[in-house]
Structure formats: structure tokens, C-alpha cells
């Protein structure tokens, strides 16, 4: 998918905007590239202009949970900014796209420096603590359908296409689910005309009924983002 806006970016006054943009660096980032690691301090921070990123948690035992999830709406690694802690999630790319990359360096400067470009951050890294606390929620209260049916619509908003590149295993490690639990809910998904399911590849064939599906956390995640850029319309 060719690179499209990111929305944060949007936002920023044409000086802002000119400053990042010096600073910044396009990348391509291929499905499993890695944007930081649980324990080590990023590099950079990203701006996504296309493809979908998640956060995922790990623990002793291997299981796994997706603790949130990020396209061309936000910035990657902001959070760092805010203070010297290290991720306790791996972040990486679900599905491949390109992105506007700062170094920490840079950012941490502009952050410094910059009222507007802080204000921003702050607000942005504000409603990912809030989407974080609601996908904590939707992990332990929601069935793995209600689940997967609003990770897909969340994906497909972020990629802007109802086509996406995913396999059972990607989606197993974001739902914390076995693979063979995976098969069964798509399966089902395509047999009631939700899905349209071939191996590594999933296209919503019914987006309101996937919708209808879904968990509210969909909707609350939603909003939660709109809300965000809204005053800034």
C-alpha cells in the first residue's frame, strides 16, 4: 500500500511540520519489522503513514496479549519521551507499511523545545493510555469473536481497505488464543458471510455485521481517536 498522511502530522502548524519533516527519515517497514523491544530504550520514534503496528505483552510462560495497536493515527514510541522507562511490550509491524522515522534524540530536543509539538504528544500519549486500559478490559471481559471482530475493523480503519494480509498465527498471538481457537471463530465468521478467509489473507465481506459483532470496545477505541483529532478539525 502506497504511504498516505498520518494524522498526528496533521495537526502540526506548517513551522512544526517543516522542523519534523528535516528530521525525519521515510522507512519502509516489511510485516515483523521491529519498532522496540520489551527492556531496551527505542531509537527512534515513528510516524506511520501506512500499515498497522502492535504491542504485544509476553510472560513467563509464552503466552501472549495484544496491548495496543497503531497506524497512520499517532506516533510510535511517544511515550519515551515523557521519561527514561523502557517498554515492557514488543512493538512491530502486523502489517507492512511505511513511516516517518525521528531519532530519540531529535524528538526528545523538539519535545524539549517546542510548546506545540509537546502539547500534541502529550494529548496523543494521553489517549493511548486510555485505549490501553480499554483493550485491558476487552483481553479479560470479551470472547475471542467479539475480539477478532474488532481487531479486524480496527485494522481495516487503519489501513483504509477491508483486505488484509494476516495469518492464524499473527492473530492467535494477538488474542492470546491458540491457533486452532482461531480457525473455529474465522470459520464460523465465513460460514455466517462476515469473512471471506483463504491462508494469509482475510477480506471483510459484511462490515456491518462484523461490526454488529464486535465487542463495544470497537466503538469506544473509536471514539476515543476521533475525539482526539476532532478540535483539531
Not at 498497522?52 to 511515550?79: F, L, N, Q, R
Amino acid at each position: 500500500m502506497p504511504p498516505r498522511s498520518n494524522r498526528l502530522l496533521d495537526t502540526f502548524s506548517p513551522e512544526l511540520h517543516r522542523t519534523l519533516s528535516s528530521m525525519a527519515r521515510s522507512v519502509e517497514l516489511p510485516r515483523g519489522s521491529i519498532l522496540f523491544t520489551p527492556g531496551e530504550a527505542p531509537s527512534g520514534v515513528y510516524f506511520l503513514t501506512s500499515g498497522v503496528a502492535t504491542m504485544v505483552v509476553s510472560v513467563a510462560d509464552g503466552s501472549t496479549a495484544e496491548v495496543g495497536v497503531a497506524g497512520p493515527d499517532g506516533v510510535i514510541g511517544a511515550v519515551n519521551l515523557l521519561g527514561p522507562q523502557t517498554a515492557v511490550a514488543q512493538c512491530f509491524m502486523q502489517i507492512q507499511g511505511h513511516a516517518l522515522r525521528v531519532t530519540m534524540a531529535d524528538a526528545r530536543k523538539l519535545f524539549t523545545e517546542s510548546e506545540e509539538f509537546r502539547t500534541r504528544i502529550l494529548e496523543y500519549v494521553q489517549t493511548e493510555t486510555l485505549l490501553t486500559s480499554q483493550l485491558a478490559a476487552c483481553n479479560k471481559l470479551h470472547q475471542s469473536t467479539e475480539r477478532l471482530a474488532r481487531w479486524l475493523l480496527t485494522a481495516a480503519d487503519c489501513t483504509g481497505s477491508d483486505t488484509l494480509t494476516l495469518t492464524q498465527e499473527s492473530l492467535s498471538q494477538l488474542l492470546g488464543t491458540r491457533r486452532t481457537t482461531v480457525a473455529l471463530v474465522a470459520g464460523e465468521m465465513q460460514r455466517n458471510g462476515l469473512l471471506r478467509y483463504r491462508r494469509g489473507m482475510v477480506q471483510i465481506a459484511n462490515r456491518d455485521a462484523l461490526a454488529s459483532t464486535a465487542c463495544d470496545c470497537y466503538s469506544v477505541t473509536k471514539r476515543l481517536l476521533e475525539g482526539l483529532y476532532r478540535s483539531r478539525a
